[in-house]
């Protein structure tokens, strides 16, 4: 059974970087599109970014663009969020979840508590 934890998260001061990793377990990472959420308190989900099984080709949510830069290591099973310039808006669980189907992402992860200091 696939399996997915994120780590990383942390207290960081506005401005500052995380990088967020996610490691899988239970089965090939090379198989998977893998994507990021987030969610605040009180917030729906939101949707981060997401990366091809490959690498090859990542898309991110408009909050997300330009600053924030998902990554994968399949050797390694892993998959990463480079958090640059964060803002307290930023705050948030942010989740990484896995999809091998067109039915979408059905692996999720407890989550890694992300907080950026006001």
């Known amino acids: 059974q696939l399996q997915l934890v994120e780590s990383g998260g942390g207290l960081v001061e506005i401005g500052g970087s995380l990088k967020l990793s996610c490691v899988i377990s239970?089965?090939?990472?090379?198989?998977?599109?893998m994507a990021w959420f987030r969610q605040a308190p009180g917030e729906e989900r939101e949707f981060v970014g997401r990366?091809?099984?490959?690498?090859?080709?990542?898309y991110y949510s408009d909050s997300a663009k330009g600053r924030f830069t998902i990554s994968r290591d399949n050797s390694q099973n892993t998959v990463y969020l480079q958090m640059n310039n964060l803002k307290p808006t930023d705050t948030a669980l942010y989740y990484c979840?896995?999809?091998?189907?067109?039915?979408?992402?059905?692996?999720w992860g407890q989550g890694t508590q992300v907080t950026v200091s006001s």
């Open positions: 979840a896995a999809s091998n189907s067109p039915a979408g992402y059905g692996v």
């Open positions: 990366i091809s099984s490959s690498g090859g080709h990542q």
């Open positions: 239970g089965g090939s990472a090379s198989t998977y599109a």
